[in-house]
């Protein structure tokens, strides 16, 4: 990761200054919008939202809300962000700006101007040459092609206009700590696999990457190879189009200071974080929408999260309330799914909106300034955070379940619900087991292989195994803290990932993999030399997709369970899954927190094996807990405890 | 603007009938939870389902809810008319069998695609999604039970008329549902018509520093009054009214057609204000489904020529709210009263299983 003079991100949050003189905040940030507000109640809102603990606020800085006409910026009146960042500061609080292109924040057109829009040139194009539309409330709109020449110069200039606005602002000289590249780059949520982008420029991305090959556009078995090459390249689009974005902010002048990018809460195959983070800079993180009913999705966004965000995992957007376009999302939706998040290992959240403003619900701090109700809870977690070091502890886990995409790549190209989305269709694929949107894949071998990943999740569990979701991409670092390392494997597998797998072997870590020994690549091409084994790797038995007790034995004998802290139901509480534990230590080793989830939709009680001695406190009441033997968990819930 | 002042927003849209810059604002979060669980069906939440994907009439591919992919050889589907689906469907015991040609999805997108206006309003845009899988129902995409067959023909421009025509500018909608135990407001919005659109949508978020929801909820019939001097107050002047006992709405949704007669007269809920048109549907409504009752009830007493006269009197209520040109739905081109009907079938029984609406043997299929 580069160097950054005025600040950067480090694994406990944000580095202010350098050298001796260099501080370390937290990064638990507090959204607002200044422009949604009266700027005679800034001060009430900054003030508020200091009250609750945070440090530093964070904005979207709207382009299609500044911009009047071609060119024109206006600045002022609740417009007026250098006067917004004056009150910051006055405040005593830091800043991060999001200044986009893209940046949703429930406006019409995604808070792009309606001239770009509007552009043929600048819109992306479909297999089916038409334009792209994103269906979003509450006006649908073509979405920009981030390829195209035309939208990068316009997006260009409107990064410049906003960078020299905000030059004085930076940190140490004002509060402008951090930006934010870009917001949830995935094409407009629209992956499937034959959708887009065909615009002229992405066609001459595609030809940069692939040579003369021709963009495929439909599913084609005989050349299923350049198909799934295609859904890779839509990778590389993203991290391209997070490329020009930083260039664009570190040319206007914005290169001394922190950035990062938030992934949208998508499931781990569908977002891909180190190739983000290697394309902008700086830690890439994950946004979480989600209700306490999804715990299942949450943990497992978590957990991959907590591995592979690096230097720091960052939960970029947590709501709290939402847009009334989303499903509902009640404040105990809230505390469940941010407690779930930290369980993962994040150890920066953006708590997005701390202020209320337009077209959204459930803000802690109304556009006068007043508290309500989630403030109280959002103010005892950050003291909870802070009083027990959050940021400095590590979440317990030698065990790494490797994410990969050699066969969920061919899933989406194959997949007869084309050119349905596979965000749509992840969806969708909830309904239908373990294979998810695998299932409409022409392809059966990616949901076999979901089915494997799914299976050693569940073993992992069964067996008191913490383990960690590490993308097969991510940074040597956020491998290194790892030990054994599972990564399922049929007929295919990723090259280089194989290549890593070795490496981890020879330097001693434990490798499990199978049931079949791949003999393939990512593309489907014979691994050749290749495909020797990693040394001394254990392979699964094909019998246990169906032996979760048998698989789960073997797994423990690989990984060894913890034996200090475990956590089970009373024997009169029989369940279909096991609670969740994550344990958390400080750098000397000793255990500073503890987590404790639910999955099931039933409340459920808790008997914790601690080491003698131990005593905990919840960590956002600060209320002891009396009987450790007798923990209440309501359904899908997840208390976080202190450990004294 | 949007989210605040300024913008580059131009004013080339047709202002319909929901402005693309919506305010909304002082928005209450259980209120919305709420509308949720009043307005969706029971049990759509998760049904059973099989999605079935043809190729030169052959099923290559199936889904099935909580299996994943299964033999298409399991899918028993003889073609796709009406009775060869519903056979099917019947025979794999799940409520829903969605039929997918290979490719129709993609002919679907490239319909929607080349249908979206970026000067239409986000109804019409809608519109336009719907006109889309119209054009694909039976296609290329099948769906048992008939659920597309609902999709009414409507188009844009008759929509905002009909908007224009019952909605006065400058005035707000109000829609209320209260708890009885413990008293409050359950689910409240408030729409706001500015321009001849939909210009701001809140709640009682918005009022309720000046009158509570548990304040109100307990006394709801006796501060009407006041929540409309409050509206017109802090939005617009009120010109069209609902609040209801949350219990009497339930009520309405799985009662007969002339549940909302009985509940407005037992003042389980009150119209306040009701406009000229909406108290004239409402009492045709009621007079044309005291006719089918009564239709129905005589049926097996009286002789078949007094059966067709009952028949005809209902059918000629309906018929004159249809053809008068002062129906309010006139220049609709499709009677949302007698689609309120067919949709109201999936209200009643659960949906998740075999049994429910879809299923060849229930009331509520014969009623469509």
């Known amino acids: 990761m580069e160097a950054h003079r005025r600040s950067q991100l480090g694994p406990r949050g944000l580095i202010l200054g350098a050298g001796t003189a260099a501080r370390e905040v937290d990064f638990f940030t507090a959204e607002l919008h200044y422009w949604r507000l009266d700027p005679a109640d800034w001060p009430r809102c900054l003030a508020a939202t200091k009250r609750l603990g945070f440090e530093i606020v964070s904005t979207y800085v709207p382009w299609g809300v500044h911009e009047t006409a071609r060119g024109a910026l206006d600045w002022s009146g609740p417009l007026d962000l250098p006067a917004f960042l004056d009150e910051v500061a006055r405040a005593g609080l830091l800043a991060v700006l999001k200044p986009g292109p893209h940046i949703n924040a429930e406006l019409t057109h995604f808070g792009f101007p309606e001239r770009v829009v509007r552009d043929p040139a600048m819109q992306a194009r479909s297999a089916r040459d038409t334009p792209v539309w994103m269906p979003a409330p509450p006006h649908m709109f073509p979405v920009p092609s981030y390829a195209s020449r035309g ?207 337009d077209r959204w619900y459930g803000a802690p701090v109304s556009t006068a300034g007043e508290e309500r109700p989630p403030a109280e809870w959002l103010a005892g977690l950050l003291r909870g955070l802070r009083a027990v070091g959050w940021t400095s502890l590590r979440r317990r886990c030698r065990a790494a379940l490797v994410v990969s995409r050699a066969e969920s790549r061919f899933a989406i190209a194959s997949s007869l619900a084309d050119p349905l989305s596979p965000v749509v269709t992840e969806i969708l694929g909830r309904q239908l087991g373990p294979t998810g949107a695998a299932a409409l894949a022409r392809d059966p071998a990616p949901g076999l292989h979901r089915r494997w990943q799914a299976a050693a999740m569940a073993a992992l569990d069964r067996a008191g195994v913490p383990y960690a979701l590490l993308d097969e991409e991510a940074e040597e670092g956020a491998w290194a803290e790892h030990s054994i390392f599972i990564a399922p494997t049929l007929a295919r597998v990723d090259r280089a990932l194989w290549h890593r797998l070795r490496a981890a072997a020879e330097r001693g870590a434990q490798v499990v993999m199978g049931p079949e020994r791949p003999l393939r690549d990512e593309l489907d091409r014979p691994l050749g030399d290749d495909a020797r084994l990693p040394r001394h790797a254990g392979l699964m038995r094909a019998g246990s997709l169906d032996d979760l007790d048998g698989l789960a034995r073997d797994l423990a004998t690989a990984a060894g369970a913890d034996t200090d802290w475990r956590l089970a139901r009373p024997p009169d509480q029989p369940a279909d899954q096991p609670l969740h534990l994550s344990v958390f230590e400080d750098p000397d080793g000793r255990v500073r927190a503890v987590a404790l989830g639910n999955p099931e939709p039933r409340p459920a009680r808790a008997h914790l094996h601690a080491p003698a001695g131990a005593s905990l406190r919840d960590l956002v009441t600060d209320h002891p807990l009396r009987d450790l033997h007798a923990i209440e968990l309501a359904a899908h819930a997840v208390r976080l405890f202190a450990v004294d | 603007m949007t989210g605040g002042p300024g913008g580059s927003r131009s004013r080339l849209f047709f202002d319909l009938v929901l402005s693309p810059d919506v305010e909304m604002v002082d928005l209450d979060g259980r209120h919305l939870a709420s509308w949720l669980g009043l307005l969706v069906p029971p049990g759509l939440g998760e049904p059973s389902w099989v999605i079935a994907f043809v190729e030169a009439g052959r099923v290559v591919h199936a889904v099935r809810t909580g299996q994943g992919a299964v033999d298409p050889a399991t899918v028993p589907l003889t073609g796709t008319g009406a009775a060869e689906l519903a056979s099917a469907r019947r025979a794999l015991g799940v409520a829903f069998l969605v039929v997918l040609e290979v490719g129709a999805l993609g002919r679907l997108h490239t319909a929607i695609e080349r249908g979206l206006r970026l000067d239409d309003d986000y109804p019409t845009q809608w519109l336009a999604v719907l006109r889309a899988l119209r054009e694909l129902r039976g296609a290329g995409i099948w769906v048992e039970p008939r659920f597309l067959d609902l999709i009414p023909p409507l188009a844009a421009e008759p929509l905002a008329r009909t908007f224009e025509l019952l909605v006065p500018d400058h005035s707000a909608l109000l829609a209320y549902v209260f708890d009885a135990q413990p008293a409050d407001v359950h689910a409240s919005v408030i729409a706001v018509v500015e321009g001849g659109d939909i210009a701001r949508v809140t709640t009682h978020l918005s009022l309720a520093d000046a009158l509570p929801g548990p304040v109100l909820a307990r006394r709801w019939r006796d501060q009407i009054d006041r929540v409309l001097t409050l509206v017109a107050e802090r939005h617009a002047d009120p010109s069209i009214g609902v609040f209801a006992d949350r219990e009497a709405w339930q009520r309405i949704l799985v009662g007969p057609s002339d549940q909302l007669g009985r509940e407005l007269s037992a003042g389980n809920i009150v119209l306040d204000p009701a406009p000229a048109w909406l108290r004239g549907v409402l009492g045709g409504a009621q007079l044309a489904a005291f006719a089918t009752r009564s239709a129905r009830s005589l049926a097996r007493f009286v002789p078949g020529s007094a059966r067709r006269a009952a028949s005809g009197l209902a059918q000629s209520a309906q018929d004159r709210l249809r053809s008068a040109g002062a129906h309010p739905f006139a220049l609709l081109g499709f009677d949302p009263i007698a689609l309120w009907h067919q949709v109201q079938a999936y209200y009643r029984p659960p949906v998740g299983s075999a049994s429910g609406p879809g299923s060849g043997s229930t009331r509520s299929r014969k009623t469509r």
């Open chain 1, 151 to 357: 939208f990068r110069d316009a997006a260009a200039a409107w990064l410049r206009g906003f960078a020299e606005r905000i030059a004085p602002h930076r940190f140490p000289d004002g509060p402008v700590v951090a930006f934010q590249v870009d917001n949830e780059t995935q094409m407009f949520f629209r992956l499937g696999a034959y959708d887009h982008d065909y615009h002229p420029d992405a066609l001459a991305w595609w030809r940069e990457h692939a040579g003369d090959l021709d963009a495929p556009r439909a599913w084609d078995p005989a050349d299923a190879a350049r198909c799934a090459e295609w859904v890779r390249f839509k990778e590389v689009y993203t991290a391209r189009a997070l490329g020009w974005v930083r260039d664009a902010l570190d040319g206007a002048g914005l290169a001394e200071l922190a950035r990062y990018h938030n992934a949208p809460p998508s499931p781990p195959e569908l977002v891909k974080l180190p190739a983000a983070a290697r394309a902008i800079g700086g830690p890439t993180g994950l946004d979480f929408y989600h209700r306490a009913r999804d715990y299942g999705d949450v943990r497992q966004r978590a957990l991959y999260l907590g591995a592979t965000g690096w230097p720091v995992p960052l939960a970029c957007e947590v709501g709290v309330g939402g847009p009334p376009w989303l499903p509902p999302m009640t404040a105990d939706d809230q505390v469940q799914v941010t407690g779930g998040v930290l369980a993962g290992g994040a150890r920066g959240m953006c708590f997005f909106m701390v202020v209320d403003r």
